[in-house]
């Protein structure tokens, strides 16, 4: 996607935390709408739990392999209105206009790392009434619609150095010979928990298509007594109700049971930690 200009207004995907039961989520469209009628708006989602920085973080990072040259518009905000900066990022082919909170970082880092950043609190893009309250209407629409028209963001924000950035940081998994300590990262609407273990970490594991492994977790009464997981490929590699670990969609080991909720079965979230051993 060029900065100056393009033949048509590049996609801008959308996510936010705003749900689908108030307006927040129409109006910030409706206002790009106003400005870039043009624009295609993909809903990413709208679903993330409300302040979840790391699962909207995730998921932008999750569809960047998938995505043309776009305009990534992110709102999970629970800093907004205070002196947080509004930014927006050159990422390789990508923009991503969101809050400097660590939600943009990842993406960024999956497009190829930053390029330029901005700061975009002050944009001369911004709408002329804003409220301290919703940036993701007054601000981020703006700014996301004018930069999928083409336009340079150095005319829509201030310069900033890339190091300055809010970076998310992620815990780091422990392998060893025989054991591997994993942290989850996230549960999705199934119950499923993605763990912070990469398939390019995998292959240096004693974890094969087939092998049995006992989870241990000190955080869970479910899981402290050790429980018995195979690592499949698929959920129908496993009886219906048995757990399994498995690569999932995004790359990272996943803890599931088949046609079940793992999450409310070992009664486990996010930051709580396990222990794989082989059976």
């Not at 963001?153 to 950035?165: C, K, M, R, T, Y």
């Not at 995004?250 to 049971?257: E, G, K, T, V």
């Amino acid at each position: 996607m060029a900065e100056d200009s393009i033949d048509r207004p590049a996609p801008i995907l959308f996510l936010t935390d705003f749900g689908h039961e108030d307006e927040f989520t129409g109006i910030c469209r409706t206002v790009i709408d106003r400005i870039a009628p043009q624009t295609k708006v993909v809903d990413l989602t709208h679903g993330i739990e409300p302040g979840d920085i790391r699962r909207g973080a995730l998921a932008l990072a999750a569809a960047i392999p998938y995505s043309a040259p776009a305009v990534f518009l992110a709102v999970v905000d629970p800093g907004v209105g205070t002196d947080r900066r509004a930014i927006a990022i050159r990422a390789g082919l990508h923009h991503l206009v969101g809050p400097d909170n660590g939600l943009l970082w990842l993406a960024a880092e999956a497009a190829g790392g930053v390029d330029r950043a901005f700061d975009i609190s002050e944009s001369p893009a911004r709408l002329e009434q804003t409220r301290r309250t919703f940036h993701g209407r007054d601000i981020f629409s703006p700014v996301a619609a004018r930069l999928a028209l083409g336009e340079d963001p150095a005319g829509l924000g201030v310069e900033i150095e890339a190091g300055d950035l809010k970076r998310l940081e992620l815990p780091v998994a422990r392998v060893e010979e025989r054991l591997i300590e994993v942290t989850v990262l996230v549960r999705d609407r199934y119950g499923n928990l993605a763990l912070n273990l990469g398939s390019d970490l995998i292959g240096r594991t004693f974890l094969r298509p087939g092998t049995k492994l006992r989870i241990e977790a000190g955080t869970s009464d479910g899981v402290n007594d050790g429980v018995e997981v195979c690592f499949a490929e698929a959920f129908g590699d496993v009886a219906e109700g048995e757990p399994l670990l498995y690569v999932d969609s995004s790359d990272s080991l996943s803890l599931a049971i088949n046609r079940g909720d793992a999450a409310a079965a070992f009664d486990l979230g996010p930051d709580d930690q396990l222990l794989l051993r082989p059976a």
